[in-house]
């Protein structure tokens, strides 16, 4: 059983396209993040919800719009690609209770090439 | 804030000799640590992670970390690696604020175990 799943896995689109990346996490956890991965494979945050309410967002672009439908799902809408959209988006989840020392679960990623 | 440095973007070692990977963090306030590993087109994994306590910590794969206060540090290391280690090491902190609080990564650290 996938703890943490994205879908899809790759997606290829144009410039001025809108899109959706998927992520659904089935271990119970009540925060869940996206994280974006650049080509130089730097990682950095980009939105935290708890409890579907939205924790962080971390001066990304209107054009990017999470949705939590529920606690295990965290969905992320880009609308209008750019080319520097390119990346790996990983979407993590991890537990509240006990504080900041719990793991944090990452899911496969998902490689999105914008032509 | 908190910050955190990976001093070597790549490691190439032989099979079977002893690595470190180095990381420095800087933080006005006292951080979780942690190391990740990522394997070609995967996810992250959590090797292991620090909070207090003995400052030399021990993870899965046979990895260890030691965490130096002084020097604001926690490397890791392996006394001997394998083929199967080749993969890209994240170094991250993580503020102790509660427990949805994000991951702040260093760039990242690939190591390449040469037969």
């Known amino acids: 059983d996938t703890a943490v799943s994205q879908t899809p896995k790759y997606l290829v689109t144009q410039m001025g396209n809108d899109k959706s990346i998927k992520c659904e996490q089935n271990l119970g956890h009540d925060t869940m993040y996206w994280y974006k991965q650049d080509s130089k494979k730097f990682l950095k945050i980009m939105f935290s919800?708890?409890?579907?309410?939205?924790?962080i967002n971390e001066t990304v672009p209107n054009r990017f719009s999470p949705k939590s439908p529920d606690k295990a799902h965290l969905n992320l809408h880009i609308n209008s690609l750019e080319l520097g959209d390119s990346a790996v988006y990983f979407c993590?989840?991890?537990?509240?209770?006990?504080?900041?020392?719990?793991?944090?679960?990452f899911g496969p990623g998902t490689r999105l090439t914008v032509l | 804030a908190q910050s955190v440095t990976q001093l070597d973007s790549q490691v190439p070692v032989f099979e079977e000799a002893p690595v470190e990977l180095r990381c420095n963090y800087s933080?006005?306030?006292?951080?979780?640590l942690f190391w990740y590993v990522q394997y070609p087109n995967q996810g992250l994994q959590l090797l292991l992670k620090y909070l207090s306590g003995s400052t030399l910590v021990k993870g899965i794969n046979g990895f260890e970390a030691e965490f130096n206060k002084s020097q604001t540090s926690f490397h890791l290391r392996k006394p001997s690696v394998h083929i199967s280690d080749t993969a890209e090491y994240f170094c991250a902190v993580r503020t102790p604020l509660g427990g949805n609080t994000p991951l702040v990564f260093g760039k990242g650290t690939r190591l390449s175990v040469i037969a």
């Open positions: 993590a989840s991890s537990r509240t209770s006990g504080g900041a020392y719990n793991e944090q679960f």
């Open positions: 933080s006005s306030v006292s951080v979780y």
């Open positions: 919800y708890n409890n579907k309410e939205l924790i």
